[in-house]
């Protein structure tokens, strides 16, 4: 199947400092999601985006799919990103979702 | 709009206990997938339900099974429950075609002693 690598594995930052996490997969996909997971468990969807480029406040995401990689950024870093950030991908022609192993982000005032 | 939601949020069984975990899936998906995620790891595919049928499965044992109903809703049983069945288990749901989002529930976090 499908492996999802994520670097940098784990990522310490300043307050207001930005950062760029990756995600390179192994096939080609028809589907990547970015995720945050919180302190409780909860995957929270940050971006769904199997090409191109999105942004949503102080984060933004670059799939390019030909090459076989996804960036998350996120710029002016605050406490409140502190978690896990994942990747998840699908094969083309399969429903489900392969997982990285994350990139746990902390982020000290 | 309710997303996606998990029942129980914690549970402690003892080893060789019998467990079931509920999902609901968010409005308007017909499509129920389960993962299990240890501690430190990624989440790991379990299973898949369309149709109230196993549609796609992973890397674990019969001791997994699973069910959906015709509301959609699912549940995740695991027999012989085993130390190592110790996790945060998570539902997923997503519409009937391949290229559509996924969301998640809360997790139910099942602790084995």
């Known amino acids: 199947g499908i492996q999802v690598e994520q670097s940098p594995p784990d990522l310490i930052l300043q307050e207001g400092a930005n950062s760029t996490l990756r995600c390179n997969f192994s096939?080609?996909?028809?589907?990547l999601q970015w995720f945050h997971q919180n302190p409780w468990g909860q995957l929270i969807n940050l971006f769904y985006?199997?090409?191109g480029t999105k942004q949503n406040g102080r984060l933004s995401a670059t799939t390019v799919a030909t090459e076989r990689y996804s960036l998350l950024y996120i710029s002016s870093s605050q406490t409140t990103d502190s978690g896990v950030y994942f990747c998840?991908?699908?094969?083309?022609?399969?429903?489900?979702?392969?997982f990285g192993k994350g990139t746990m982000l902390l982020v000290s005032p | 709009d309710a997303g996606v939601t998990q029942s129980p949020t914690h549970l402690i069984k003892t080893r060789g206990q019998q467990v079931t975990l509920r999902c609901s899936p968010k409005?308007?998906?017909?499509?129920v997938s389960w993962y299990q995620q240890a501690l430190g790891q990624g989440p790991q595919f379990i299973f898949q339900?369309?149709?109230?049928?196993?549609?796609q499965r992973g890397n674990f044992p019969d001791r997994f099974s699973g069910h959906q109903f015709p509301n959609y809703s699912s549940e995740l049983n695991v027999n012989a429950l085993l130390l190592g069945d110790s996790a945060l288990y998570l539902c997923?749901?997503?519409?009937?075609?391949?290229?559509?989002?996924?969301?998640f529930g809360q997790g139910t976090r099942l602790t084995v002693v």
């Open positions: 985006i199997p090409s």
């Open positions: 409005s308007g998906h017909d499509t």
């Open positions: 096939d080609s996909v028809n589907n």
């Open positions: 997923a749901s997503s519409g009937r075609r391949v290229n559509t989002e996924a969301f």
């Open positions: 998840a991908s699908r094969n083309s022609g399969y429903s489900t979702l392969t």
């Open positions: 339900y369309y149709e109230e049928e196993e549609r």
